[in-house]
């Protein structure tokens, strides 16, 4: 399973972005998929997940200014971030896993697969 981010960027305060994960794996459909971020200094956290079901999941820094959606034709997630601020500045993860429940969801440890990262600078 192979997972690739990209869409990141530098982007000013108020603007918008979309990120994009992209699968390499039989089955997408039956993978939930999920985005973390990592500022500098700081612990990877949970930002937005999308279950088989095409159910969302955000973190409550990002409600209302995030949207994450799934496209299973082109085994592809997107994350739509409108509104971004300082505090959204940092590497972009997606992750993605069969096995995870949502209970789980938000947890880094519950996915075995990772893309590399995409970084988003927002400037203030």
């Known amino acids: 399973v192979q997972l690739q981010a990209c869409g990141g960027g530098l982007v000013q305060a108020g603007g918008s972005l979309r990120l994009s994960c992209a699968a390499s794996v039989d089955s997408f459909r039956s993978y939930v998929i999920s985005w973390f971020r990592q500022a500098p200094g700081q612990e990877r956290e949970f930002v937005s997940a999308?279950?088989?079901?095409?159910?969302?999941f955000y973190a409550d820094s990002v409600k209302g200014r995030f949207s994450i959606s799934r496209d299973n034709a082109k085994n592809t997630v997107y994350l739509q971030m409108n509104s971004l601020v300082s505090e959204d500045t940092a590497v972009y993860y997606c992750?993605?896993?069969?096995?995870?429940?949502?209970?789980?969801?938000?947890?880094?440890?519950?996915?075995?697969?990772w893309g590399q990262g995409t970084l988003v600078t927002v400037s203030s």
């Open positions: 999308i279950d088989r079901s095409r159910r969302p």
């Open positions: 992750a993605g896993d069969r096995q995870v429940i949502w209970s789980s969801y938000f947890s880094a440890n519950s996915y075995n697969y």
